[in-house]
């Protein structure tokens, strides 16, 4: 089956292709087919540019190149379209199933394709003149290379004050879920054990996903470990007790040629906690990208601990068959929800070094009277300011954007919570989604106020869409700085008045300092003590 969608956005057009080729086993088939549903019911709840498992293509009003990729294959085409003629799309997908038949065995060719049209003129891009924007690269697949019984796709996470969770993949359903560990190489002091599950999805079966909580740790210690008993020894550093303490956050991650740059510049310089305002893996249902995903980010997220929260990327529902979604996200991921008092692993906080930092979901409910929204009033009312000074903030769909992606996804969510974070005087706020960097002035209702959060966007880790290149003019008066460039932040907490915020954009070899500022905390400044919330807003 091969399917094609022309969506209309506010601000420009996107062209949506899928593919489906059936196997003599049917698996890459029939993963490759739900893909296409997966885009239905993200944010907005409407098919849109993040569906992105064919193509997300964006054009003017007449013409303009577009580059597509077939599902299975993983290549990329090139074509050209006339959006307003009629004859030309037909000839142009005429020219896509002929390719497709020369490339894809057994191609169904049946076309059933919508369209969404209207004259609405692109905004333009703000991209500076002076530097020239990339254009996305190729996805990378990460192949297994360990034996059944070894561990891979190993990563970390805090839990609690002092411990670690363990996380790893084996293919033997017979390898014990146990963590050995101590403070030099080859010398396990300690050990402990976990649990352990696996997932369907469709025709894909994951290996055995093993969770295990190891500590109580010491602070700014290195530990050697070992999972399963088997396969190579690991190491960790855990973050400090006390400040400074730097965190390194990329949003939008992906696993593409872009992703393993931003990767390679973020471990240039040492930080202490990883922060992923969601979409990790962009597999969108095709499960055996997870996988990939995993095996790409362990060098990394084995060494320090990876807090994440989900994107529209993870959702993966199906209608009747799994419409709940998330299943390969709670299973692979698993964050410390419970520890903070939450009921779903899609929203969470924990406290590290004088940080206090809350995970909101996007994606699941969050109107006044929702389990999210009575969890976070809860939560902030048991936040001590003398204890954990800095209050910090992600989530995924971006509040404030001046940029012509995704505009306006996340207002209902604004509306709903954004009091609630303004009263208890949270510093920033970061949010991934939109793939491009944009950092706002603090703000509060739209407008700019001495006591609201600093907004940032920083979806621009590496996925496979590319960049989103068109910002809207005039820039708003509360946008202080925003450029479509992959590219990653740091955030350093100096003490606990000052912290140093930084972009750092990726530039082929090296990563430039493109936009820093400095933070002084709410909790420290007199005219904006927090506002004590009150449980009768249940």
Known sequence: MFGIWIQNNPNYHSLLVATFRPSKSCECGKVAAISATSAVGCSGRKVREEAGNGLAGRFGHLQETIRWRPLIQHVTVTTKIFLWSPKSLLE???????????????????????FFLASQLPLQSHA????????????????????????EQVHIS?????????????????APSIVEYGKAPGQYEASATGDQLKYEYFFYFSGEIHHVVIGPLEPSTTYYYRCSKAGPEFSFRTPPASLPIEFAIVGDLGQTEWTASTLKHVSEKDYD?????????YADTQQPLWDSFGRLVEPYASQRPW?????????????????????????????????????????????????????????????????????????LANINRSKTPWVFVQLHAPWYNSNAAHKGEGEGMRKAMEELLYN??????????VHAYERFTRVYNSKADPCGPVYITIGDGGNREGLAMTFEKPTPSISMFREPSFGHGRLRVIDETTAQWSWHRNNESDAIVADQLVLQSLSSTKACMPISQSHKEL
């Not at 005429?94 to 390719?99: A, I, L």
């Not at 906690?273 to 893996?281: A, M, N, T």
């Open 92 to 114: 142009t997908i005429e020219k896509m199933k002929t390719w497709c038949s020369s490339h894809v065995h057994h191609l169904l060719l049946p076309i059933f394709f919508s």
């Open 128 to 151: 500076s003149s002076e530097y020239i924007r990339p254009p996305p690269r190729r996805v990378i697949q990460t192949q297994k290379t360990r034996s059944n019984s070894e561990p």
């Open 158 to 174: 805090l839990v609690g004050k002092d411990h670690m969770r363990v996380s790893w993949i084996t293919s033997n359903s017979k």
């Open 273 to 281: 906690v990883f922060l992923l305002p969601g979409d990790l893996s």
């Open 307 to 379: 807090m994440v929260t989900e994107g529209n990327h993870e959702i993966e529902t199906f209608p009747i068959f799994y419409p709940k979604g998330f299943i390969s996200y709670n299973a692979r991921w698993r964050m410390p929800y419970e520890e903070s008092g939450s009921t779903s692993n899609l929203y969470y906080s924990f406290d590290v070094a004088k940080t206090h930092i809350i995970m909101l979901g996007s994606y699941t409910d969050y109107e006044k009277g929702s389990d999210q929204y009575k969890w976070l009033l809860s939560d």
């Open 424 to 433: 208890a005087r949270v510093d920033a706020i970061f949010a991934g989604h």
